[in-house]
């Protein structure tokens, strides 16, 4: 049944804050280290005995809120934790609400709490599991004493978070790549932390392996998925866009279509480039000065090329504002001699 609220919050009357999935992918399309797919198949678990735990076994009666199933999926980004979600809902049989908090923040003071709420409304309605990805920003800690109407607005969103899954009686799924910057009141609402670890070196072939069609994908006799997955240590995601760029190289090699296979070369060199492109996110948007620091122990000399870039903003504003003025005086000066004339 259409509900008119998910229309708001699909963005068909605005932006797009809440996409509605029906899950396709299971388990079998992530390949993860041994010990996070056991504490996955732990979580699993406890959401299929959850009406045996509260309902026959009564503990629903001695328990009146937090029957909810939150779990935190923490760890670097491209290590399975979207697909995951995706996975657990699969299994249960669930549509998944993908919440987006970028677009459900609201410009209009007091509207993204509500935008939170009626998330959580609709989750209920409609039996749902939800998925905050990139859960630090909704989640993150609260400003004490905080005094800027932004940090009011941002307590408030994380105290509506949290009533939220008190009296949720369902699975909410929290992803993070910065999980220490979580409140620390959602520690005890979290039922259990998963942690997403970056794959060994068996679990990259595997991944080489199955990021690749096995019947259609033009494999050269020289690849060697062993080779590739002992040389580049990278998460599942890297591989991913590695064989992407792999394949758009040697279709674009000359030649008829027919004869064109992916080579070794290729998936070496489309890694070296996914390599190369993390150093370059990783780069800091400051300056030269702020990458000279980049361990605990050059703390005080970060901080100082963080003060010193500060300090070249402020001086490139005041120096607008100057101009500025001196333009409106300008601009005063001439209304009056038109006046005057």
Same mark, same amino acid.
């Given at each position: 049944?259409?509900?008119?609220?998910?229309?708001?919050?699909?963005?068909?009357?605005?932006?797009?804050?809440?996409?509605?999935?029906?899950?396709?992918?299971?388990?079998?399309?992530?390949?993860?280290?041994?010990?996070?797919?056991?504490?996955?198949?732990?979580?699993?678990?406890?959401?299929?005995?959850?009406?045996?735990?509260?309902?026959?076994?009564?503990?629903?009666?001695?328990?009146?809120?937090?029957?909810?199933?939150?779990?935190?999926?923490?760890?670097?980004?491209?290590?399975?934790?979207?697909?995951?979600?995706?996975?657990?809902?699969?299994?249960?049989?669930?549509?998944?609400?993908?919440?987006?908090?970028?677009?459900?923040?609201?410009?209009?003071?007091?509207?993204?709490?509500?935008?939170?709420?009626?998330?959580?409304?609709?989750?209920?309605?409609?039996?749902?599991?939800?998925?905050?990805?990139?859960?630090?920003?909704?989640?993150?800690?609260?400003?004490?004493?905080?005094?800027?109407?932004?940090?009011?607005?941002?307590?408030?969103?994380?105290?509506?978070?949290?009533?939220?899954?008190?009296?949720?009686?369902?699975?909410?799924?929290?992803?993070?790549?910065?999980?220490?910057?979580?409140?620390?009141?959602?520690?005890?609402?979290?039922?259990?932390?998963?942690?997403?670890?970056?794959?060994?070196?068996?679990?990259?072939?595997?991944?080489?392996?199955?990021?690749?069609?096995?019947?259609?994908?033009?494999?050269?006799?020289?690849?060697?998925?062993?080779?590739? =997955? $002992?040389?580049?240590?990278?998460?599942?995601?890297?591989?991913?866009?590695?064989?992407?760029? @792999? #394949?758009?190289? *040697? +279709? %674009?090699?000359?030649?008829?279509?027919?004869?064109?296979?992916?080579?070794?070369?290729?998936?070496?060199?489309?890694?070296?480039?996914?390599?190369?492109?993390?150093?370059?996110?990783?780069?800091?948007?400051?300056?030269?000065?702020?990458?000279?620091?980049?361990?605990?122990?050059?703390?005080?000399?970060?901080?100082?090329?963080?003060?010193? =870039? $500060?300090?070249?903003?402020?001086?490139?504003?005041?120096?607008?504002?100057?101009?500025?003025? @001196? #333009?409106?005086? *300008? +601009? %005063?000066?001439?209304?009056?001699?038109?006046?005057?004339?």
């Amino acid at each position: 049944m259409p509900s008119p609220l998910l229309d708001l919050l699909a963005g068909r009357g605005g932006r797009r804050t809440v996409e509605t999935v029906a899950p396709q992918r299971t388990f079998a399309d992530v390949i993860l280290p041994p010990a996070t797919r056991r504490q996955l198949d732990e979580a699993l678990h406890q959401v299929r005995s959850h009406g045996l735990i509260f309902g026959r076994w009564g503990l629903g009666e001695r328990h009146a809120s937090g029957l909810g199933l939150a779990f935190n999926f923490a760890g670097p980004p491209g290590t399975g934790k979207t697909i995951c979600a995706e996975a657990i809902a699969h299994a249960l049989g669930r549509k998944l609400f993908v919440v987006r908090y970028a677009e459900m923040e609201s410009m209009w003071a007091g509207e993204t709490p509500k935008n939170v709420a009626t998330v959580f409304r609709l989750a209920r309605e409609q039996g749902a599991v939800l998925f905050f990805d990139e859960a630090d920003a909704i989640a993150a800690r609260r400003s004490v004493g905080g005094s800027q109407p932004y940090q009011r607005e941002s307590n408030t969103v994380v105290n509506v978070l949290l009533r939220e899954l008190e009296a949720f009686n369902g699975v909410v799924i929290f992803a993070t790549n910065l999980a220490a910057n979580f409140d620390p009141a959602f520690e005890r609402r979290i039922r259990t932390h998963v942690l997403f670890e970056m794959p060994g070196v068996e679990e990259r072939e595997r991944i080489w392996q199955v990021q690749v069609h096995p019947d259609k994908t033009p494999l050269a006799d020289d690849v060697d998925f062993a080779v590739l =997955a $002992e040389r580049f240590p990278g998460s599942g995601g890297d591989i991913k866009n590695a064989v992407l760029k @792999a #394949a758009t190289a *040697a +279709a %674009a090699e000359p030649g008829p279509d027919m004869g064109k296979r992916i080579h070794q070369r290729h998936f070496v060199r489309a890694m070296e480039e996914v390599a190369a492109a993390k150093g370059i996110m990783q780069q800091s948007l400051f300056s030269d000065e702020t990458r000279l620091a980049t361990t605990p122990a050059d703390d005080n000399q970060l901080v100082a090329a963080m003060q010193a =870039a $500060e300090a070249r903003w402020r001086a490139t504003a005041l120096l607008a504002l100057g101009l500025g003025a @001196a #333009a409106l005086v *300008a +601009a %005063a000066l001439a209304l009056g001699v038109a006046i005057g004339r």
